[in-house]
């Protein structure tokens, strides 16, 4: 039996030849991007020290650089910049407010053991 | 991109019932809702990884000074190239997905495959990458390390064994590195019992957060040549449309964001 209650966006989801070709042109500029910075990420990481520059810095440099990898993949490779804007952010937002929470907490839990490890020599 | 998500739909019309508001169908939404969850297991394990790194942050080993070995190259002193490498191979792989991703919104069913067996390929290689660096961890350097009688790990300062650096990076001479050296056990390589690279955390988080996510590589491989071989039988072209690729890909992409966040956490940071 055919269903009537459902639609099948699948069927929609073609492209023409054209689009397909600029597609694959943004495709490669990902690409191009994505390998670029993996580059920087591990020539900084060998070369910091040597270099002089302050952990802080590098360590900002370095998520900068990740959330700047995450953000092409998860926007264009996996499409989400093309979904519409409420499934966006229904996947994005209770995500970031969840994991965000959590990175706080822990980190300043974890930073604050460290304190007392010195004060008390523990190992 | 063309497709039901680009048209301009009112708002009232969207959300009257009787279709999806979020304009997709049930599989890719399902699909987003397992990779959210997924990515929360994930963001905890690298939120403990962070807590740990922060606790001992003292004693907790530099990657850069561990992961410095390259296949085939003997004693060579390459920092993290080779985890470089496997993040490039993993990259590659992400790209020729979307590239079959494309290819099947065109409904070309010949570079699907194309694409498809290359993304198997690149899997496959990234796997056999993945199994050659456990190996090289578990078995650990030649010189090894010293485990002291309070259960810190020390390294050698020299190749004659005489002196040790200690976890927090002192460094001591001859003579007061005897006595520690008589009272300490030597250790090789790493297991979730010793740990010859520092503190044995250090060696379990490794285990567990490249070995969960590699488990994820596997079952991607396995999905994406489920699917490759349902491309090939046709299935796709008689639906009318290559959303099975488009699914797949999207795990196959958070695979490949996972590994960006757990090449920085554990490997750079």
């Not at chain 2, 070309?108 to 198997?120: A, E, H, Y």
């Not at chain 2, 650096?165 to 050296?181: F, H, K, R, V, Y």
């Given at each position: 039996?055919?269903?009537?209650?459902?639609?099948?966006?699948?069927?929609?989801?073609?492209?023409?030849?054209?689009?397909?070709?600029?597609?694959?042109?943004?495709?490669?500029?990902?690409?191009?991007?994505?390998?670029?910075?993996?580059?920087?990420?591990?020539?900084?990481?060998?070369?910091?020290?040597?270099?002089?520059?302050?952990?802080?810095?590098?360590?900002?440099?370095?998520?900068?650089?990740?959330?700047?990898?995450?953000?092409?993949?998860?926007?264009?490779?996996?499409?989400?910049?093309?979904?519409?804007?409420?499934?966006?952010?229904?996947?994005?937002?209770?995500?970031?407010?969840?994991?965000?929470?959590?990175?706080?907490?822990?980190?300043?839990?974890?930073?604050?053991?460290?304190?007392?490890?010195?004060?008390?020599?523990?190992? | 991109?063309?497709?039901?998500?680009?048209?301009?739909?009112?708002?009232?019309e969207l959300w009257a019932g009787g279709r999806s508001p979020f304009s997709v169908s049930y599989g890719k939404m399902y699909m987003w809702f397992f990779l959210i969850s997924d990515a929360l297991t994930f963001g905890g394990l690298l939120t403990s990884l962070g807590f740990?790194?922060?606790?001992?942050?003292?004693?907790?080993?530099?990657?850069?000074?561990?992961?410095?070995?390259?296949?085939?190259?003997?004693?060579?002193?390459?920092?993290?190239?080779?985890?470089?490498?496997?993040?490039?191979?993993?990259?590659?792989?992400?790209?020729?997905?979307?590239?079959?991703?494309?290819?099947?919104?065109?409904?070309?069913?010949?570079?699907?495959?194309?694409?498809?067996?290359?993304?198997?390929?690149?899997?496959?290689?990234?796997?056999?990458?993945?199994?050659?660096?456990?190996?090289?961890?578990?078995?650990?350097?030649?010189?090894?390390?010293?485990?002291?009688?309070?259960?810190?790990?020390?390294?050698?300062?020299?190749?004659?064994?005489?002196?040790?650096?200690?976890?927090?990076?002192?460094?001591?001479?001859?003579?007061?590195?005897?006595?520690?050296?008589?009272?300490?056990?030597?250790?090789?390589?790493?297991?979730?019992?010793?740990?010859?690279?520092?503190?044995?955390?250090?060696?379990?988080?490794?285990?567990?957060?490249?070995?969960?996510?590699?488990?994820?590589?596997?079952?991607?491989?396995?999905?994406?040549?489920?699917?490759?071989?349902?491309?090939?039988?046709?299935?796709?072209q008689k639906r009318g449309h290559y959303e099975l690729v488009e699914k797949t890909g999207l795990y196959w992409h958070f695979v490949d964001l996972v590994w960006v966040f757990v090449f920085t956490f554990y490997y750079l940071l």
């Amino acid at each position: 039996m055919e269903r009537d209650d459902i639609i099948e966006y699948s069927l929609d989801a073609h492209h023409s030849e054209e689009e397909g070709k600029a597609l694959r042109k943004k495709i490669v500029f990902v690409t191009i991007l994505l390998a670029t910075v993996t580059a920087i990420e591990v020539l900084l990481g060998v070369w910091w020290s040597s270099l002089h520059l302050p952990w802080t810095m590098v360590k900002l440099g370095f998520i900068g650089m990740t959330l700047l990898k995450a953000g092409y993949i998860v926007l264009v490779f996996m499409h989400l910049g093309d979904e519409r804007k409420s499934l966006k952010w229904a996947i994005l937002g209770p995500y970031m407010l969840f994991i965000s929470y959590l990175i706080f907490i822990c980190l300043t839990e974890a930073m604050k053991l460290y304190d007392l490890r010195h004060l008390f020599g523990w190992l | 991109m063309s497709g039901e998500a680009s048209k301009t739909i009112p708002t009232s019309e969207l959300w009257a019932g009787g279709r999806s508001p979020f304009s997709v169908s049930y599989g890719k939404m399902y699909m987003w809702f397992f990779l959210i969850s997924d990515a929360l297991t994930f963001g905890g394990l690298l939120t403990s990884l962070g807590f740990y790194k922060h606790k001992y942050a003292d004693i907790w080993p530099a990657s850069e000074k561990v992961f410095v070995h390259f296949p085939f190259c003997g004693e060579t002193h390459l920092p993290l190239l080779y985890v470089a490498l496997m993040t490039f191979i993993l990259i590659v792989s992400s790209v020729t997905m979307v590239l079959a991703v494309e290819a099947g919104h065109r409904m070309n069913r010949s570079k699907v495959i194309f694409w498809l067996g290359l993304t198997v390929v690149g899997g496959f290689f990234f796997l056999f990458s993945q199994v050659w660096e456990w190996s090289h961890y578990i078995h650990g350097s030649e010189l090894g390390a010293l485990q002291l009688s309070d259960g810190q790990i020390a390294h050698w300062a020299d190749e004659g064994k005489h002196a040790i650096i200690l976890a927090n990076g002192t460094a001591l001479g001859a003579q007061e590195s005897a006595p520690l050296i008589a009272n300490a056990a030597e250790v090789f390589g790493a297991n979730l019992h010793v740990n010859e690279y520092g503190t044995q955390l250090y060696a379990n988080f490794f285990f567990f957060v490249t070995g969960f996510h590699g488990f994820h590589v596997f079952s991607g491989v396995v999905i994406n040549l489920i699917i490759l071989i349902m491309v090939i039988k046709g299935v796709c072209q008689k639906r009318g449309h290559y959303e099975l690729v488009e699914k797949t890909g999207l795990y196959w992409h958070f695979v490949d964001l996972v590994w960006v966040f757990v090449f920085t956490f554990y490997y750079l940071l």
